[in-house]
Nanobody
Framework: QVQLVESGGGLVQPGGSLRLSCAAS????????IGWFRQAPGKEREGVSC????????YYVDSVKGRFTVSRDNAKNTVYLQMNSLKPEDTAIYYC???????????????????WGQGTQVTVSS
């Protein structure tokens, strides 16, 4: 049974950092692309980042480039999203998702993913 569990969210001040984790079970994460999404109240789910299998190529939405970094630890079957220089507009529920080994132009489309975690809340506020 495919399962994804996010953790690491919390309350942080503007300019602070958090590291989100996406732990996988029921499959070998190494062979799958993992996408990170976020959804703020009243807004659509937005693709934040994606890391592909095999070559570890990565994608980021423009608003987080230079601040967020996605990585994977295959030994722990876990993908991470390091978030630095956080801003109030980063406040949202963050989800990880997967479905296939590689995504390119459609990496930020939620419809490309069939398996989702339950989400973790990130709040950036002073």
């Amino acid at each position: 049974q495919v399962q994804l569990v996010e953790s690491g969210g919390g309350l942080v001040q503007p300019g602070g950092s958090l590291r989100l984790s996406c732990a996988a079970s029921g499959f070998t994460l190494e062979y799958y692309a993992i996408g990170w999404f976020r959804q703020a109240p009243g807004k659509e789910r937005e693709g934040v980042s994606c890391i592909n299998a095999h070559d570890d190529s990565t994608y980021y939405v423009d608003s987080v480039k230079g601040r967020f970094t996605v990585s994977r630890d295959n030994a722990k079957n876990t993908v991470y999203l390091q978030m630095n220089s956080l801003k109030p507009e980063d406040t949202a529920i963050y989800y990880c998702a997967t479905d296939r080994p590689s995504l390119t132009t459609r990496w930020s489309d939620p419809d490309e993913y069939d398996y989702w975690g339950q989400g973790t809340q990130v709040t950036v506020s002073s």
